[in-house]
């Protein structure tokens, strides 16, 4: 390849530093970021998804970062469209872009393609959303357990919309969800270079104590009141909203549903790990390793995609 194109791409689980790397290593390479956070897309969704800081957002150009409205409908499938679309743009100025986030769907749709899946039947969607309704989620996430064990370790078990669409597959077609999962990928223009940030259990679950007990701080509870109208809707299906809106319309104490919050982050965090190290061409660093480090390193390894012009 006589003028490679590089897709520098950050993963680790949430609150381990990608922001700060992604940061440093647009700098290095003078290129720019792209977030594949879904979460992070949400103009009105700041302080429960860790939106990067002003300051961060000014150290480099970011984009995919709350460009939409929790009412605008947007899939992981217009995601890779537009994140692809970009990316034939930036790759006209820069040999080397940065891609970070903790949604690892998002990060594959882009640097993989996204998988296909069969035709769903009709009627199996309204089905399966009468049943949680009269049911509740535990039903769902019993069947999904019984037909498809290996999704159901990897799959937010609280998000009912991940839960509908992995049955409505299963029901459909007879076979489990994860056999139609990590098909070949699609060929892409670019290389692409995997960087990931890991540390022991404890650090990363001592991380994410601290950060829900920063976004408390910081008014988490008055933008989720601001939001309790959206509540149905697929993007508040989030961590840290849905425990707060469950304060909110229940007699469940304040600290009970912080503590929740930590608690299924904690378990968000541990599916996140379970889903990346299936990867085996991830290179992978402590979150305390210094990112000239990091840059030394991957360019040892891939010296003629990485030289700068």
Do not use: C
Request: charged share 25%; hydrophobic share 40%.
């Amino acid at each position: 390849m006589s003028n490679p194109k590089v897709l520098l791409t950050i993963v680790g689980p949430t609150a381990i530093g990608k922001t700060a790397l992604a940061i440093k290593l647009a700098n290095h390479f003078d290129t720019e970021i792209i977030s594949a956070d879904s979460r992070q897309f949400f103009k009105e969704m700041r302080i429960g998804t860790a939106v990067p800081t002003p300051e961060e957002l000014a150290a480099a150009p970011h984009h995919f970062i709350q460009h939409l409205s929790v009412q605008d409908p947007y899939s992981v499938g217009d995601f890779e469209r537009d994140a692809l679309a970009l990316l034939e743009e930036l790759y006209k100025e820069h040999k080397v872009v940065v891609m970070a986030g903790g949604s690892g769907l998002y990060v594959d749709a882009v640097t993989r393609g996204l998988d296909s899946f069969p035709e769903v039947s009709e009627g199996v969607r309204t089905a399966l959303t009468e049943q949680l309704e009269h049911e509740g989620i535990i039903a769902l996430q019993e069947e999904l357990l019984a037909k498809d064990p290996e999704y159901y370790k990897q799959v937010d078990l609280q998000n009912p919309h991940r839960l509908i669409r992995a049955l409505e597959v299963i029901r459909s077609s007879g076979n489990s969800f994860s056999s139609y999962r990590n098909q070949a990928p699609k060929p892409r223009d670019f290389q692409t270079i995997k960087i990931g940030l890991t540390a022991d259990r404890a650090v990363i679950y001592d991380r994410i104590n601290q950060r829900v007990d920063l976004m408390m701080q910081e008014g988490l509870l008055h933008e989720v009141k601001g939001l309790l109208s959206y509540k149905e809707l697929n993007a508040l299906q989030t961590v840290g909203y849905r425990e707060l809106i469950g304060h909110l319309e229940t007699d469940i104490p304040l600290q009970d549903a912080v503590d929740a919050i930590k608690q299924n982050t904690r378990r968000f965090a541990k599916r996140q790990l379970t889903w990346l190290r299936k990867d085996p061409q991830i290179h992978w660093f402590d979150y305390q390793t210094p990112a000239d480090t990091i840059i030394a390193e991957i360019q040892a390894k891939n010296d003629a995609l990485l030289k700068r012009d």
